[in-house]
């Protein structure tokens, strides 16, 4: 346990400094560029007097160095905010704050987020399940029908996009045969009966789409393994197939497995625009586009800092897990 609580301790050093070199891109990609970046910060119905406020705030007459150490600071300790006739706190962690809608963008994020996490989390436990257990299936049954048949769903899963079964689903099973209502987000503290049922649809929807690709690499990733040399040897010693399908070929294509799930659930939470959209959820992809379309810069750059922060989480939590799930991983 001490070698792999060093190795956890390493790899949250490593996210911790990847957090940092993203905040230090973003800032210089949103608030390092030309033209006025306080008139694009403040929005276009912003006065002169609230724009010279904003580049105050901003403090763009610092070097740049000192401007990045004190929105750094800002996510860490948080900050204060003049409003013009008050002086509102920005709790920790502080992303900034949206002059057109008044609002802190921790704040608007923390009323999205719980729809894109219900969004993912449900997603994901459909798309392991569809895709792992396709994976399998099609291996125990290779070259046979069954594993032809697999494989044909499995490529017309990975083709179609992803808003037209969105589509397809929503006609068929809400339209012609009624079997769910059209999905409106319902709190899961409200009702957790309504929030599963609403959500089952965009669930399925999204899982489909992942399912697929989940299928092939555990497929790939299992025939790899069967081709080695000690399950040559599970076979010589009477090991049933079984056994060494479900056990030993399995725990071979868990790594990939994992890595291909910590990247799409970190980019789901804010990558998942076209379902969130389709399905009228108001989550975290669907306000990264408004806050684009209104230009909110504010918003648009705490969610970026949000999504990348879901991206390196998963990953972090992904590299600890390899550990656990294959022992030939070397703790470095």
Excluded at 191 to 209: M, S
Aim: net charge neutral; glycine share 10%; charged share 15%.
């Amino acid at each position: 346990m001490k070698g792999f609580a060093g190795f956890a301790l390493r790899r949250t050093v490593g996210a911790v400094i990847t957090l940092l070199a993203i905040s230090v891109i973003v800032y210089v990609v949103f608030y390092v560029t030309p033209g006025n970046v306080a008139q694009i910060t403040c929005g276009p119905r912003c006065s002169p007097e609230q724009v010279h406020q904003v580049a105050q705030q901003l403090r763009l007459d610092d070097p740049l160095y000192v401007r990045y150490w004190h929105f750094l600071q800002g996510i860490v300790a948080g900050q204060d905010y003049s409003t013009g006739t008050s002086v509102a706190h920005c709790a920790a962690p502080c992303l900034g704050l949206s002059y057109q809608s008044d609002q802190q963008v921790m704040q608007i994020i923390l009323t999205k987020l719980p729809v894109s996490l219900s969004l993912v989390i449900g997603a994901m436990v459909l798309w392991l399940l569809l895709g792992v257990g396709t994976g399998i299936l099609s291996v125990w049954r290779r070259g046979r029908l069954t594993e032809r048949a697999l494989t044909g769903l499995t490529l017309a899963g990975i083709s179609t996009p992803v808003f037209v079964i969105g589509l397809v689903l929503m006609i068929v099973v809400c339209g012609q045969l009624e079997l769910l209502p059209f999905p409106e987000y319902v709190s899961f503290s409200d009702d957790p009966e309504q929030w599963a049922w609403n959500l089952l649809l965009p669930w399925v929807t999204l899982a489909v789409a992942e399912a697929a690709y989940f299928a092939r690499l555990t497929r790939a990733s299992m025939l790899e393994t069967l081709a080695e040399d000690h399950i040559r040897t599970f076979r010589a010693y009477g090991v049933g197939e079984r056994a060494i399908v479900g056990r030993h070929a399995l725990r071979g294509a868990l790594a990939p497995i994992i890595a291909l799930n910590a990247n799409d659930v970190g980019s789901a939470v804010g990558g998942a625009v076209l379902i969130e959209s389709l399905f009228g959820l108001p989550g975290i992809g669907q306000e990264l586009v408004h806050a684009v379309t209104v230009v909110d810069l504010p918003v648009v750059v705490g969610m970026v800092l949000v999504i990348g922060f879901f991206v390196v989480l998963a990953n972090a939590v992904a590299d600890v897990l390899y550990a656990l799930a294959d022992r030939r991983v070397v703790l470095t």
